[in-house]
């Protein structure tokens, strides 16, 4: 019988190795990031006219864009507008908020989506979209919240300051930012006032609380949030969400909350202040600013949003 040529040094060796090469095998991999994917079609429900079409999204983000922005700014301007858009479109489409309207992806309402309108698509558009294209903001692993005002006022608002908005947390929004927008915005945007009838003043807060004000003999900014703007009004006997009675009013009637006075005067209500919009979020005459510095368009989003991630979703 042949003696076994193993010694003993051999087989301790070899069983180390065996047990080595097992934890190896059993290491835990992190998860690789997920490969671009192709561009999504998707369904659009034209309000004006009841049609329902199929759009490549690329296509969409254009006509939002031309609509939401003037086409003739900068182009990394207009580049952040469409990572914003793109990125709403893809947060509300996942929420399927249209698709139980009309059986759609997205439409055309800015009541219901966003504005869109293909008509005024130029070259700098294009361009925009084409230099963004798949790049959407993200905030671990969710899409942001992408909200975008016309002029913050020269300073931004918290989601709960500007748009009463509590319903999820949004840490992502950068809150109390100074962009000096009101630099290069036009006069109305650095200050604007106006008179609105009482009438229409006691329907819009009624319709907040559910009780008639009473008379409107006088008005009071009850309280004022970070960045200065109105978060609580007394009008009347009623006590009114800032946010609430601009959405209920209209934005030409109140543009901002950033109010520098407010007072009855006869039978109307004057409001005086600065900006054109919520304040959350990117700034357009920010953005516009810091396209002409020479800011990126990822660079620009960043500024208005913090700790997101810019992912390009398709090639």
């Known amino acids: 019988m042949l003696k076994p040529t193993f010694t003993r040094a051999v087989i301790v060796t070899t069983l180390v190795g ?3 090469a097992g934890c190896t095998r059993a290491a835990p991999r992190k998860p690789a990031p997920p490969a671009p994917g192709r561009e999504p079609t998707i369904s659009l429900y034209v309000n004006e006219t009841g049609e329902r079409k199929n759009i490549k999204l690329e296509d969409y983000v254009a006509g939002v864009v031309a609509a ?3 086409p003739t700014w900068p182009v990394n301007a207009l580049a952040a507008q469409a990572i914003l858009a793109r990125t709403f479109t893809m947060e509300n489409i996942k929420a399927g908020r249209v698709k139980k309207l009309h059986g759609t992806d997205a439409s055309t309402s800015v009541q219901e989506f966003q504005a869109y309108n293909p008509s005024r698509i130029n070259d700098n558009i294009r361009q925009a979209v084409a230099r963004t294209r798949g790049e959407v903001a993200m ?3 969710d899409y942001i919240k992408a909200w975008f005002n016309a002029c913050d006022g020269g300073v931004t608002a918290s989601a709960a300051e500007g748009l009463a908005y509590t319903r999820t947390p949004t840490p992502y929004v950068r809150a109390g930012v100074r962009d000096n927008c009101l630099s290069i915005t036009t006069p109305e945007n650095r200050h604007w006032e106006r008179r609105i009838p009482l009438e229409q003043v ?3 807060v009624t319709k907040i609380t559910g009780r008639d004000p009473g008379p409107i003999t006088s008005v009071r900014i009850v309280r004022r949030g970070p960045s200065g703007r109105a978060e609580q009004l007394q009008v009347g006997k009623a006590t009114v969400s800032g946010p609430a009675l601009r959405l209920a009013l209209g934005s030409e009637w109140v543009r901002s909350m950033l109010l520098t006075s407010a007072r009855v005067e006869g039978n109307a209500l004057v409001l005086a202040g600065k900006g054109f919009g919520h304040g959350v979020g990117m700034c357009q005459w920010g953005a516009k ?7 990126s368009p990822e660079d620009i989003v960043r500024f208005y ?11």
């Open 202 to 204: 006691r329907a819009a």
């Open 139 to 141: 905030y671990r692993g």
């Open 18 to 20: 065996l047990l080595i």
């Open 289 to 295: 600013l810091l396209a002409q510095r020479g800011r």
């Open 68 to 70: 939401e922005m003037e």
């Open 305 to 315: 949003f913090k700790d997101i991630e810019i992912r390009k979703l398709w090639q």
